[in-house]
């Protein structure tokens, strides 16, 4: 059976398995369908992909990708600290740190008696941080509640309501600034705000629990005097580059850099939300500015701006000038122009009266020259106060005739009587004995045409002509026409002559603090000889003619010697001559002068004499002065040399 079996088998072997070519029919139909449905279709190809038949590969792969990961990273770090280190860790630091600028208190001005005259009061400028008040000082990573975001909402105006409260104030205005958030973290809302008042306004911002308003040191500068010696202080303003405050006028402007003193700094450890309590701190203190005292009496100032202001009144004049100075060591009392001004309101001023004229404004100093003149010539030979001169009606010079202010014919005065009748063709004829070289030598030597250097802004230097000038520029310079000072040069230059031929350099600045805050005594001016002792008590004599000529000129207990003065003044505008100067200078004791007074009344509408208009001033002036300073009365009388001879 089992043969059978196999027999079969091998006769009817199995069946092959059927070939791809001879597919089915119905199988070739079920491929053509799916073809068609699949037609037009994007086809997904799976992406190349690197076989690994090993898991030993795998592994060697995944550890060489590792490998260079790590080592970028090592790279990166190796970078960073070996080369960047510095770099990056400063800026991390400075983006950690803030600065805070330290005001320095400014040196204050005060009279020769200690009177203030510039301070400054401890004051704040208030900043805004828009930002900070936007969310009431929530920090802005920090998602706000309903009640935090209400409050934040009203700070603004609650802000703004207690500013108006303590400083006064627009409230809409304040508003603007507080919520002006392009303006970040700083919004200045207000300047010069008194410390106490700031610290008012912190106290109920605390208390309210309203965020984002601080403060900087802003010191206000006050001039308890006022307008009193505000020519001379000057004032304060701002400067334009590094907004800070700077002095504009006056000793403010020529003292700023040691009446200011040196900024500090402070530098700190910050962040998002503020100072870090336990940061680190770097501090560079502010060193306060020099205390300046003047040799400016305030009293004394007073006194004169008040007689002068009346002076002018009563001359219908434009402005004038008033100068009290002791001969004797240059230091200036008073120095009075008018109008004036108040340093604490210079912007409500006149520009024009903004400035100090006794410094500023060169003019024709008139017959108050002739004191000059003849004390070259006396110092040089050419004359004594007994030197006759015949003085005619008329004198030739250039194509024109000189005269006098009054009508004659011709007379005949002594050297003494040139000076007490102020004979301008006496001068000229006198003057015309020296050599224009040796005249202008000794002008300089008394200190024209150059300026005093006593510390005002914008002094004029004035104005001398050279030796080469004609002669007719020569005659007319000798009695103080065609050429130009200021009235601290003349007053300075007269001073001389008082104090025995000795010229000492007008002085505004008598002391200064030390880095340990004491007072220490400026050094005197400069000193020089211009004539001799002998002349100069000669001249003096005949300055003295000029006051014992009239009674009414006279100080009682006093001798004093003067001279008058009226120019024909300058008018830039059409380069002519229209309106006067009238003038006054005098000093007392004669016999000993220590101090002098000079008044100038400028463009008066009510006469032009000297004598009538600046001379009465300048008594008053001196009536005060003589006994304020404890002068001693005269002990012995004037003498009365004769002024006219007998041909």
Not at 42 to 61: F, G, H, M, S
Not at 185 to 209: R, S
Not at 422 to 430: A, D, H, K, P
Request: hydrophobic letters at 35%.
């Amino acid at each position: 059976m089992v043969e059978d079996r196999r027999r079969r088998s091998a006769a009817s072997p199995r069946p092959a398995r059927p070939q791809p070519a001879s597919t089915s029919r119905v199988t070739r139909d079920r491929r053509d369908h799916r073809s068609q449905r699949d037609r037009g279709r994007k086809v997904y190809k799976p992406a190349l992909r690197i076989p690994l038949k090993r898991q030993a590969t795998r592994i060697n792969i995944l550890g060489l990708i590792m490998a260079l990961v790590l080592t970028s990273f090592l790279g990166r770090a190796f970078l960073l600290q070996a080369f960047d280190a510095r770099a990056y860790a400063s800026q991390a630091a400075a983006a950690m740190k803030a600065s805070k600028t330290l005001v320095p208190q400014r040196g204050s001005i005060t009279d020769r008696n200690g009177m203030v005259l510039a301070a400054s009061e401890p004051a704040v400028k208030i900043i805004a941080d828009p930002l900070m008040i936007a969310r009431n000082g929530v920090d802005p990573r920090l998602e706000m509640g309903p009640k935090q975001t209400a409050k934040a909402k009203a700070a603004p105006g609650a802000i703004a309501d207690i500013l108006v409260k303590h400083i006064g104030g627009n409230h809409d205005e304040y508003l603007r600034v507080l919520t002006d958030t392009g303006r970040k973290h700083y919004a200045i809302v207000a300047e010069k705000v008194p410390a106490y008042t700031f610290q008012q306004i912190a106290k109920e911002l605390a208390e309210g629990k309203w965020f984002g308003v601080y403060k900087e040191d802003d010191p206000i500068r006050y001039y308890p005097s006022g307008d009193v010696v505000s020519g001379v202080v000057g004032f304060m303003g701002t400067d334009d580059k590094t907004g800070q405050p700077v002095g504009t006028g006056g000793l403010e402007y020529t003292f700023n850099k040691q009446l200011t003193g040196t900024y500090g700094k402070e530098i700190f450890d910050t962040s998002r939300n503020g100072r870090i309590p336990l940061g680190n701190r770097t501090l560079i203190p502010a060193t306060n500015g020099a205390d300046l005292q003047l040799t400016i009496d305030s009293e004394m100032q007073l006194f004169a701006n008040q007689a002068l202001a009346k002076g002018i009144t009563d001359a219908g004049a434009k402005n004038g000038m008033a100068i009290v100075m002791d001969v004797k060591t240059g230091e200036l009392l008073a120095i009075s122009t008018s109008p004036g001004f108040d340093s604490n309101t210079p912007a409500k001023a006149d520009p024009e009266n903004l400035g100090n004229t006794a410094a500023s404004a060169p003019y024709e100093p008139g017959s108050v020259q002739k004191v000059l003149t003849l004390a070259a010539l006396t110092d040089a030979g050419r004359m004594t106060p007994d030197t006759r001169v015949e003085i005619p009606a008329r004198l030739p010079s250039g194509d024109g005739l000189i005269k006098d202010a009054w009508p004659h014919g011709t007379i005949y005065l002594t050297g003494r009587g040139v000076m007490a009748n102020s004979s301008n063709i006496g001068t000229v004829l006198l003057a015309r004995q020296m050599p224009k070289a040796q005249m202008l030598s000794y002008y300089a030597k008394f200190g024209l045409g150059r300026k005093t250097n006593v510390g005002l802004p914008g002094e004029s230097s004035g104005w001398l002509p050279k030796e080469d000038m004609p002669n007719y520029s020569y005659d007319q310079i000798v009695f103080g026409q065609g050429l130009t000072t200021n009235a601290l040069q003349m007053a300075a230059a007269v001073a001389a002559v008082a104090n025995k031929g000795v010229y000492v350099a007008p002085k505004l600045l008598r002391a200064s603090s030390n880095d340990e805050g004491q007072l220490v005594p400026t050094p005197q001016g400069e000193t020089r000889r211009v004539i001799s002792e002998k002349a100069a008590r000669q001249t003096v004599e005949m300055m003295e003619s000029v006051i014992t000529k009239s009674e009414d000129r006279t100080i009682a207990n006093y001798r004093v010697a003067g001279k008058t003065g009226t120019a024909q003044r300058v008018d830039p505008s059409c380069g002519c001559y229209r309106g006067y100067t009238a003038s006054f200078v005098g000093v007392a004791p004669a016999e000993d002068p220590r101090l002098l007074v000079y008044v100038v009344i400028d463009q008066p509408t009510r006469g032009s004499d000297g004598s009538k208009l600046a001379l009465p001033v300048a008594q008053q002036i001196m009536s005060t002065a003589l006994p304020r300073y404890g002068v001693k009365p005269s002990s012995t009388p004037a003498p009365k040399g004769p002024l006219e001879y007998k041909p």
